[in-house]
């Protein structure tokens, strides 16, 4: 996890996808539901549906708990 300028921490993702009819979006909360141990069910993109930054609520896990499972993630 990186922090910003703003003071906020974000988390740079890579997939292959193409950002064409959500197509990345969907790679994206694949990816992350995978990583955070969770259902697909539990992440919903609240905002950037066509940004390169967005931002994404996890159902079920407290935030400390979300950083806890990112952190030491290979790259």
Known sequence: M?????GLSHLKI???AVPDKGAANAA??????????V????????????????AVRVTGL??????ARLVDRPA
């Open 28 to 37: 994206v909360l694949k990816l992350l539901a995978k990583s955070l141990g």
């Open 39 to 54: 259902s697909k069910s539990a992440l919903e993109l609240i905002s950037g549906h066509t940004a390169r930054i967005k």
């Open 62 to 67: 407290a935030s400390d708990e979300v950083g």
């Open 14 to 16: 890579r997939v292959r």
């Open 2 to 6: 990186e922090t910003a300028a703003d």
